[in-house]
């Protein structure tokens, strides 16, 4: 049973893309969490065209920095983004994507790009 829940208000397309806060790079901050475990697969970026194609398409699409390209997610690799629901955070510097993935987050093939941890010794970092 899953007990991730998340309470949100809806808006129209308009009104909430209108309330996106891009940086000067003309990006934003996109976290991709699972829908169903609330696991957070990753970190993007998105740009009005990505997001407007998300939210056209229903699958995750970003803005890859390092290639100077629209991204999307899976279309190599097949391990698509399905959107459940798009969240932008209070100050609308930020966009949480819900998702339910349909393979690995991570181009080395882990289910998540976060998946190194600091050792934690005697209860300190």
Known sequence: MNDFVVFSASLPVEEFIAQVHFNAAGL???VVQD???GR???LAWMNAVSLEQ???TG???FWSRSRGELWHKGATSGHVQP???LLIDCDGDTLLVLVNPAGP?????AETCFFR???VENGNL
């Open 28 to 30: 934003v901050p996109a």
């Open 83 to 85: 959107v459940v629901d």
């Open 35 to 37: 829908a169903v475990t």
């Open 40 to 42: 957070v697969l990753m």
């Open 105 to 109: 987050a991570c181009h080395t093939g």
């Open 117 to 119: 941890a600091v050792s």
């Open 54 to 56: 998300t939210l056209s």
């Open 59 to 61: 699958e995750t699409v």
